[in-house]
């Protein structure tokens, strides 16, 4: 008789058990990062003196409606015949004030070219064009003839500033 049982209940578990296919397992989608659009400006340009050069982010829009400001600061070297800088400015924040600040030794300063770009939008500036994208304060005086800014000092003050104009802010950013 236990035989009989035995037999019968492993006959039962073998009808029982069917073989299933296995459920997948749930896949979770990953996102791609998004592509942080960064602020950059490229210059190529030529100096007569040693010095720096600043690219100023102003009022840079922050959180909690606060401004702030970003600079980065480059060495210029008469040795060198023509050189890159690149200014980049981290993260993808909307500045509405972009300057350059042309140090503060008296030189003259041949630009090459000169680009900016956000996202997508870039400008690519000749040398001579300097004027239709930038004011110049009284600091400056610029030949778009040969692509070259000479800065000056007046009264004993020197404080050479350009400041790329503002419809051309608006464009870059899309505001």
Do not use: W
């Not at 009022?59 to 800088?85: A, C, M, V, W």
């Not at 993260?91 to 004030?97: A, L």
């Not at 030949?143 to 050479?160: F, L, R, W, Y």
């Amino acid at each position: 008789m236990k035989k009989i049982i035995l037999a019968l209940f492993c006959v039962t578990l073998m009808v029982s058990c069917k073989k299933e296919d296995p459920k997948p397992l749930p896949v979770k989608e990953v996102k791609q990062a998004k592509e942080v659009n960064k602020l950059n400006l490229k210059l190529n340009c030529e100096t007569n003196s040693s010095d720096i050069i600043q690219v100023v982010f102003n009022k840079i829009e922050l959180q909690n409606n606060r401004d702030g400001n970003y600079i980065i600061t480059e060495k210029l070297n008469p040795n060198t015949p023509s050189k890159d800088f690149n200014f980049e400015m981290i993260g993808d924040y909307i500045t509405t004030v972009i300057q350059l600040k042309l140090g503060k030794k008296v030189k003259t300063l041949k630009v090459n070219n000169m680009a900016i770009n956000f996202g997508d939008v870039t400008f690519k500036i000749d040398g001579s064009k300097l004027d239709n994208f930038f004011s110049f304060n009284k600091f400056i005086k610029y030949d778009a003839e040969n692509s070259t800014i000479q800065t000056v000092a007046i009264d004993g003050k020197h404080s050479p500033v350009m400041t790329l104009k503002k419809g051309r802010v608006k464009k870059l950013f899309g505001i």
